[in-house]
Protein backbone atom coordinates (compact mmCIF):
# COMPACT_ATOMS: atom_id res chain seq x y z
CA UNK A 1 0.00 0.00 0.00
CA UNK A 2 1.67 3.24 -0.93
CA UNK A 3 1.40 6.04 1.41
CA UNK A 4 1.26 9.51 0.43
CA UNK A 5 0.71 12.07 3.03
CA UNK A 6 2.60 12.20 6.49
CA UNK A 7 -0.90 11.72 8.78
CA UNK A 8 -0.93 8.40 6.67
CA UNK A 9 2.47 7.64 7.65
CA UNK A 10 1.17 8.26 11.44
CA UNK A 11 -1.47 5.73 11.58
CA UNK A 12 1.18 3.01 10.35
CA UNK A 13 3.71 3.69 12.24
CA UNK A 14 2.92 2.01 15.77
CA UNK A 15 1.93 -0.68 14.24
CA UNK A 16 5.52 -1.09 12.76
CA UNK A 17 7.17 -0.03 15.68
CA UNK A 18 5.82 -1.93 18.67
CA UNK A 19 6.52 -5.82 17.54
CA UNK A 20 10.23 -4.85 17.33
CA UNK A 21 9.79 -3.24 21.31
CA UNK A 22 8.87 -6.51 22.28
CA UNK A 23 11.43 -8.78 23.97
CA UNK A 24 8.92 -12.03 23.43
CA UNK A 25 10.31 -15.19 20.84
CA UNK A 26 8.60 -14.41 18.44
CA UNK A 27 9.27 -11.36 17.19
CA UNK A 28 12.98 -11.62 18.23
CA UNK A 29 14.78 -9.68 20.85
CA UNK A 30 14.16 -5.79 21.36
CA UNK A 31 15.43 -3.37 19.26
CA UNK A 32 17.24 -0.36 20.83
CA UNK A 33 15.27 3.34 20.52
CA UNK A 34 18.23 4.44 17.92
CA UNK A 35 17.35 0.72 15.94
CA UNK A 36 14.11 1.29 15.92
CA UNK A 37 14.39 5.21 14.56
CA UNK A 38 16.85 4.78 11.98
CA UNK A 39 14.93 1.68 10.52
CA UNK A 40 11.24 3.47 10.64
CA UNK A 41 12.60 7.04 9.75
CA UNK A 42 11.04 8.25 12.77
CA UNK A 43 11.67 10.75 15.75
CA UNK A 44 13.39 8.94 18.90
CA UNK A 45 10.33 10.59 20.65
CA UNK A 46 7.88 8.79 18.30
CA UNK A 47 9.17 5.75 19.49
CA UNK A 48 9.82 6.99 23.52
CA UNK A 49 5.97 8.02 23.29
CA UNK A 50 4.35 4.86 21.97
CA UNK A 51 6.85 2.64 24.28
CA UNK A 52 5.55 4.44 27.23
CA UNK A 53 1.90 4.77 26.10
CA UNK A 54 2.30 0.96 25.48
CA UNK A 55 3.44 0.01 29.15
CA UNK A 56 1.31 2.53 30.79
CA UNK A 57 -2.25 2.44 28.33
CA UNK A 58 -1.70 -0.69 26.73
CA UNK A 59 -1.81 -2.20 22.81
CA UNK A 60 -4.89 -0.57 21.91
CA UNK A 61 -3.91 2.49 23.12
CA UNK A 62 -0.62 2.51 21.50
CA UNK A 63 -1.88 1.59 18.20
CA UNK A 64 -4.80 4.62 18.09
CA UNK A 65 -4.07 8.34 17.62
CA UNK A 66 -4.58 10.13 20.93
CA UNK A 67 -7.29 12.65 20.93
CA UNK A 68 -6.17 16.50 21.08
CA UNK A 69 -6.87 17.77 24.55
CA UNK A 70 -8.32 21.39 22.13
CA UNK A 71 -9.31 21.41 19.43
CA UNK A 72 -6.38 23.47 17.04
CA UNK A 73 -9.35 26.26 15.86
CA UNK A 74 -13.02 26.89 17.43
CA UNK A 75 -15.59 25.79 14.96
CA UNK A 76 -16.83 28.69 12.91
CA UNK A 77 -20.62 28.06 13.31
CA UNK A 78 -22.38 27.02 15.90
CA UNK A 79 -25.72 26.07 16.06
CA UNK A 80 -27.54 29.16 15.87
CA UNK A 81 -25.37 30.55 12.64
CA UNK A 82 -26.30 26.87 11.03
CA UNK A 83 -29.36 27.53 11.53
CA UNK A 84 -29.20 30.92 9.99
CA UNK A 85 -27.14 29.79 7.18
CA UNK A 86 -29.83 27.21 6.19
CA UNK A 87 -32.61 29.11 6.48
CA UNK A 88 -30.44 31.55 4.30
CA UNK A 89 -30.43 28.87 1.89
CA UNK A 90 -33.80 27.78 2.11
CA UNK A 91 -34.73 31.74 1.24
CA UNK A 92 -34.76 32.99 -2.62
CA UNK A 93 -31.69 34.17 -4.12
CA UNK A 94 -30.90 37.68 -4.04
CA UNK A 95 -32.11 39.59 -7.16
CA UNK A 96 -29.81 39.03 -10.48
CA UNK A 97 -28.95 35.08 -9.50
CA UNK A 98 -30.77 32.28 -10.52
CA UNK A 99 -29.84 30.30 -7.36
CA UNK A 100 -27.77 30.15 -4.30
CA UNK A 101 -24.11 29.15 -5.02
CA UNK A 102 -21.79 28.47 -1.70
CA UNK A 103 -19.45 31.73 -2.50
CA UNK A 104 -22.64 33.85 -2.30
CA UNK A 105 -23.96 32.42 0.67
CA UNK A 106 -20.80 32.64 2.46
CA UNK A 107 -21.09 36.34 1.55
CA UNK A 108 -24.35 36.92 2.50
CA UNK A 109 -23.85 35.03 5.92
CA UNK A 110 -21.04 37.76 6.73
CA UNK A 111 -22.93 40.99 5.27
CA UNK A 112 -26.24 39.92 7.36
CA UNK A 113 -23.47 39.42 10.73
CA UNK A 114 -24.45 35.84 11.13
CA UNK A 115 -20.63 35.00 11.72
CA UNK A 116 -17.95 37.60 11.64
CA UNK A 117 -16.43 35.79 8.69
CA UNK A 118 -16.95 32.46 6.75
CA UNK A 119 -15.46 31.04 3.92
CA UNK A 120 -17.72 28.95 0.99
CA UNK A 121 -16.20 25.49 2.59
CA UNK A 122 -17.25 25.87 5.88
CA UNK A 123 -20.71 27.03 3.84
CA UNK A 124 -20.50 23.56 2.13
CA UNK A 125 -19.99 21.55 5.56
CA UNK A 126 -22.75 22.95 6.89
CA UNK A 127 -25.22 22.27 4.37
CA UNK A 128 -24.33 18.77 3.61
CA UNK A 129 -24.91 17.97 7.13
CA UNK A 130 -28.28 19.25 5.96
CA UNK A 131 -28.81 17.59 3.07
CA UNK A 132 -28.02 14.46 4.63
CA UNK A 133 -31.19 14.75 6.71
CA UNK A 134 -33.55 16.23 3.59
CA UNK A 135 -34.45 16.69 0.55
CA UNK A 136 -33.21 20.07 -0.05
CA UNK A 137 -31.27 20.27 -3.71
CA UNK A 138 -27.41 20.70 -3.36
CA UNK A 139 -25.99 23.84 -3.86
CA UNK A 140 -23.44 24.52 -7.09
CA UNK A 141 -19.96 26.27 -6.29
CA UNK A 142 -20.29 30.07 -8.27
CA UNK A 143 -17.42 28.57 -10.36
CA UNK A 144 -19.40 25.71 -11.91
CA UNK A 145 -22.44 27.84 -11.97
CA UNK A 146 -20.94 30.26 -14.43
CA UNK A 147 -20.30 27.73 -16.91
Partial sequence: MKQNSNISK???QPAKLL???SNT?????????EKAVQAFRCHRNT????????????????????????????PVCNG???????????GEPPDGDARWTLRLLADKAVEQEIVPAVGHETVR?????????????PVRDSASAKR
Wanted: one cysteine or more; aromatic letters at 6%; glycine letters at 4%.
Fill in 25 to 33: PIYGPGWTD
Fill in 125 to 137: QVLKKRIKTTSVP
Fill in 47 to 74: VANLRQRLVEQGLEAALQRQPQKTPSRQ
Fill in 19 to 21: PTR
Fill in 10 to 12: LWF
Fill in 80 to 90: EAEAQVIALRC
